[in-house]
Every structure is written in structure tokens, then in C-alpha cells.
């Protein structure tokens, strides 16, 4: 079967468009699962272990920090949808910002 080179250089070109995507979607997922590794790590640091910080992500407990917890359960949704995406490039997946911080009063 002959091809063109015309078809054929399209074919390279989606192709390495196709792959840069995936590319692309695979740093943003490894971004957010350090990002959400990140802040379980301040949580240790502060004197929490991992297997409650693990407790407290699973069952959603409320004694904790919500800007905290909010924003690692951010991170990793956005991890888990961009890794979806991979397989489906075409997926667009809408970044949504962490909830804000509250405010540190400081004393003078």
C-alpha cells in the first residue's frame, strides 16, 4: 500500500501531538500527588502520624483542619483525574484551586 507524504506527515504530527498531551497530563498528575504528599508531610511534622492523617482523609473526620484537608484531598483528585486522562487524551480536566487559606493572625 503506497502513502503519500502528505498523509504521512500528518500522521507523525497527531501523533506527536497525541503524546505531548499525554505527556503533559502525566507531569500535572506527578505535580499534584507531591503537592498532596507535601502537605501530609507538614501534618507529620507537626506530630501527627501517617496512619491518622490516612484516617482523617478517608473518613473525613472534623476535628481537623479543613483548609488542610481540603487541599489534599484536592491534589489528589486532580492526580487521579489526569491519570484518567492519560488513557483519554481528549479529556479535559478542569483545575480547580484549593480552598483558600484562612488568614494567620499575627501577634504584635
Not at 23 to 49: I, M, Q
Not at 82 to 93: D, G, H, L, N
Amino acid at each position: 500500500m503506497r502513502y503519500s507524504l502528505r498523509s504521512l506527515m500528518v500522521a507523525v504530527a497527531v501523533t506527536g501531538i497525541v503524546l505531548g498531551r499525554i505527556a503533559h497530563l502525566k507531569r500535572w498528575a506527578e505535580y499534584h500527588d507531591r503537592e498532596a504528599e507535601r502537605l501530609v508531610s507538614e501534618k507529620v511534622a507537626e506530630g501527627w502520624t501517617r496512619e491518622s492523617v490516612s484516617q482523617v482523609l478517608e473518613r473525613k473526620f472534623d476535628d481537623w483542619q479543613l483548609t488542610t484537608y481540603g487541599e489534599i484531598t484536592t491534589h489528589l483528585q486532580l492526580a487521579k483525574e489526569y491519570r484518567a486522562a492519560m488513557y483519554r487524551p481528549w479529556t479535559i480536566v478542569k483545575e480547580r484551586p484549593p480552598p483558600p487559606r484562612l488568614m494567620q493572625s499575627s501577634a504584635s
